[in-house]
């Protein structure tokens, strides 16, 4: 589960989660797990952190007063209960959500973990002080108030469901920090803690050597039960090479983040079970809808039906991608496949397309209109082999469409960089790119279509804005209804696909490999380190 907040660009580069194993044997004696990891970590402190960052610190170190189970719900962690309307916890109006903490909750050091806790880390989250890579949704709350010590309250300005999956919950990316450690700053960008965090999780951080490892130790007060596990020792690798190296050779025993493309080869280790690992998240191809070249969206179906996408996406990812479903890993559990199915490849209609839109054939065959040639580029990350494999399939395929596909591949960092930085997304300099992306739990797609989500006020990279979509995700947003929220998301689903500002192509997925003998890793699950605490070594 991962996200900028969880849908945001750090998290929908979507490298590296997380690489879980034991190492030695002496290792293994000691319930010791080596979990490899691609790249350092900006901080510890989650309020700093974005996508894959907080997916591996948070679960092992901090704690959300919700978070998620395995099939993608969500459910209680500080809290006691998730808040509904029938339980009391979501007032009648919509505007004023209660949560009750569970006893015995401590902090790592012994301090008791309280409402005051909940309460200082949202009024950091709100600090223009501090640095935190979004305030989405938590700007929409008036107020968050604590009766007692086990009584967090929040008064919304307007009803707004996402609360539930935003208000340090996975979406939002923010765990609870500890007010009697971090009191007194005037911004955390730079305390002590944030290279040796006091957490509630399951482990605490012993040592952070920068570039080279992360030591954690068993926290026996966690308030789940302490960990099975009495180390975790994270290990910064430089690549999904690296990774696969060191899993062959057993100094890395296991993997969440292993390239799709790699799955076989994890299948042929001795010892290792190795499966594919859906990820809630999208690969799409998406249109800047504001560049003239694919402003008309007979040119973007037209592109969409010259491509034979099953079979481009069935070769780029060695066999174990497919279009089919694709959208699933966009919408969430409101897909509907009835609505979102992918345009059919159709060489002639496509054909058809580009001649209405007045893009005709010149000598050679390439389309031109008013001079300029159907040149449109393509963006991606070069890192990423299943995006590579794709660019150059679609490339091909598109040429004998008489569009002449230019590919533009970037190192991730400058692909998700700002726009002042050089970055092509927020920049807004591509015609077409190959996003892949993860997904908020809360079906509210307003953050992607949102027409005042243009960069630089937000992440609609599409510039895509379409007034039925505003009002239905807004709809979606007032009501804690999951049929009436299924219903706004049809229109969205309805408007997106007649309009293609992006097509879905292949739900998001990594290769899984662990030892046979370790149990408690779940590749299905949406936070997948969630359970780590109770994982153990069978012999």
């Given at each position: 589960?991962?996200?900028?907040?969880?849908?945001?660009?750090g998290?929908a580069?979507?490298?590296a989660?997380?690489?879980?194993s034991?190492?030695?044997?002496s290792?293994?004696?000691n319930d010791?797990?080596?979990?490899?990891?691609i790249?350092d970590?900006?901080?510890?402190?989650?309020l700093?952190?974005?996508?894959?960052?907080t997916?591996?610190?948070?679960p092992?170190?901090?704690s959300?007063l919700?978070t998620v189970?395995?099939?993608?719900?969500?459910?209680?962690?500080?809290?006691?209960?998730v808040?509904?309307?029938?339980?009391g916890?979501?007032?009648?109006?919509?505007r004023r959500?209660t949560?009750r903490l569970?006893?015995g909750?401590?902090?790592?050091?012994?301090e008791?973990l309280t409402s005051?806790?909940v309460?200082?880390t949202?009024?950091?989250?709100?600090?223009?002080?501090?640095?935190?890579?979004?305030?989405d949704?938590?700007d929409?709350i008036a107020a968050?108030q604590?009766?007692?010590a086990?009584?967090?309250v929040v008064?919304?300005?307007?009803?707004?469901s996402a609360?539930?999956s935003?208000?340090?919950?996975?979406?939002g990316?923010?765990a609870v920090?500890?007010?009697?450690v971090l009191?007194?700053?005037?911004?955390?960008n730079?305390?002590p803690?944030n290279?040796?965090p006091?957490g509630?999780?399951p482990?605490r951080?012993?040592?952070?050597?920068?570039?080279?490892?992360?030591?954690?130790?068993r926290?026996d007060?966690y308030f789940?039960?302490a960990?099975?596990m009495s180390e975790i020792?994270?290990?910064?690798?430089?690549?999904?090479e690296?990774?696969?190296?060191?899993?062959?050779?057993?100094?890395?025993?296991?993997?969440?983040a292993g390239?799709?493309t790699?799955?076989e080869?994890y299948?042929?280790?001795r010892?290792?079970h190795a499966e594919?690992s859906?990820v809630y998240?999208?690969a799409?191809v998406?249109?800047?809808t504001?560049?003239?070249m694919?402003?008309?969206?007979?040119?973007?179906?037209?592109i969409?039906?010259?491509?034979?996408l099953?079979r481009?996406v069935a070769q780029a990812?060695?066999g174990?991608?497919t279009?089919?479903?694709?959208?699933r890993?966009?919408?969430g559990p409101?897909?509907?496949?009835?609505i979102?199915?992918?345009p059919?490849?159709?060489?002639?209609?496509?054909n058809?397309?580009l001649d209405?839109?007045?893009?005709?054939r010149s000598?050679?065959?390439?389309r031109r209109?008013?001079?300029v040639a159907?040149?449109?580029?393509?963006?991606?990350?070069?890192?990423?082999?299943e995006?590579?494999?794709f660019?150059?399939?679609l490339?091909?395929e598109?040429?004998?469409?008489?569009?002449s596909?230019?590919?533009?591949?970037?190192?991730?960092?400058?692909y998700?960089a700002?726009?002042d930085a050089?970055?092509?997304?927020f920049?807004?300099?591509?015609?077409l790119?190959?996003?892949q992306i993860?997904?908020?739990?809360?079906?509210?797609?307003?953050?992607f279509?949102?027409?005042d989500r243009v960069?630089p006020k937000?992440?609609?990279l599409?510039?895509y804005?379409?007034?039925t979509?505003d009002?239905?995700?807004a709809a979606?947003?007032r009501?804690?209804?999951?049929r009436?929220?299924?219903?706004?998301?049809a229109?969205?689903?309805?408007e997106?696909?007649?309009?293609l500002p992006f097509?879905?192509?292949?739900q998001?997925?990594?290769?899984a490999a662990?030892?046979?003998?370790l149990?408690?890793p779940?590749?299905?699950a949406?936070?997948i380190l969630?359970?780590v605490?109770?994982?153990r070594?069978?012999?």
């Amino acid at each position: 589960m991962l996200k900028y907040s969880f849908h945001a660009l750090g998290a929908a580069a979507l490298v590296a989660v997380c690489a879980c194993s034991h190492g030695a044997s002496s290792s293994r004696a000691n319930d010791r797990l080596v979990i490899g990891r691609i790249g350092d970590f900006q901080s510890l402190n989650p309020l700093l952190l974005q996508g894959s960052d907080t997916a591996t610190i948070v679960p092992l170190v901090f704690s959300y007063l919700l978070t998620v189970d395995r099939d993608g719900r969500l459910a209680p962690d500080l809290a006691q209960a998730v808040p509904t309307i029938a339980n009391g916890g979501i007032s009648g109006d919509g505007r004023r959500i209660t949560y009750r903490l569970r006893q015995g909750a401590v902090w790592q050091d012994g301090e008791r973990l309280t409402s005051a806790d909940v309460a200082f880390t949202f009024r950091q989250v709100m600090n223009p002080r501090n640095n935190v890579p979004s305030r989405d949704v938590y700007d929409q709350i008036a107020a968050v108030q604590t009766p007692d010590a086990r009584t967090v309250v929040v008064t919304l300005r307007t009803p707004n469901s996402a609360v539930l999956s935003y208000f340090f919950a996975p979406d939002g990316n923010y765990a609870v920090l500890p007010q009697h450690v971090l009191k007194g700053y005037s911004d955390l960008n730079h305390a002590p803690f944030n290279g040796m965090p006091v957490g509630s999780g399951p482990f605490r951080v012993a040592e952070w050597t920068r570039g080279d490892h992360l030591r954690l130790v068993r926290n026996d007060r966690y308030f789940r039960g302490a960990p099975l596990m009495s180390e975790i020792l994270v290990k910064i690798l430089a690549s999904r090479e690296t990774l696969l190296i060191e899993t062959r050779t057993h100094e890395i025993g296991a993997t969440f983040a292993g390239s799709i493309t790699n799955l076989e080869d994890y299948q042929r280790i001795r010892g290792v079970h190795a499966e594919k690992s859906p990820v809630y998240g999208a690969a799409m191809v998406m249109f800047n809808t504001r560049d003239p070249m694919v402003s008309d969206a007979r040119v973007r179906r037209a592109i969409i039906e010259a491509a034979d996408l099953p079979r481009i996406v069935a070769q780029a990812s060695h066999g174990t991608l497919t279009v089919a479903g694709a959208a699933r890993g966009f919408y969430g559990p409101d897909y509907d496949a009835g609505i979102t199915a992918a345009p059919r490849y159709d060489f002639n209609a496509a054909n058809r397309l580009l001649d209405e839109a007045g893009w005709r054939r010149s000598v050679g065959g390439a389309r031109r209109r008013g001079g300029v040639a159907l040149a449109p580029s393509f963006v991606y990350i070069q890192s990423s082999p299943e995006a590579e494999d794709f660019a150059v399939l679609l490339q091909a395929e598109l040429r004998r469409a008489g569009v002449s596909l230019v590919l533009r591949p970037y190192p991730e960092q400058l692909y998700a960089a700002p726009a002042d930085a050089g970055g092509p997304l927020f920049g807004g300099r591509f015609q077409l790119a190959l996003l892949q992306i993860l997904i908020p739990l809360d079906p509210a797609t307003n953050y992607f279509l949102g027409c005042d989500r243009v960069p630089p006020k937000g992440f609609n990279l599409t510039r895509y804005c379409n007034g039925t979509v505003d009002r239905a995700n807004a709809a979606s947003l007032r009501t804690y209804d999951p049929r009436k929220r299924a219903v706004d998301s049809a229109i969205v689903q309805r408007e997106v696909a007649r309009n293609l500002p992006f097509l879905p192509v292949w739900q998001q997925a990594n290769a899984a490999a662990w030892p046979d003998d370790l149990a408690g890793p779940d590749p299905s699950a949406f936070l997948i380190l969630g359970n780590v605490a109770r994982w153990r070594y069978r012999n």
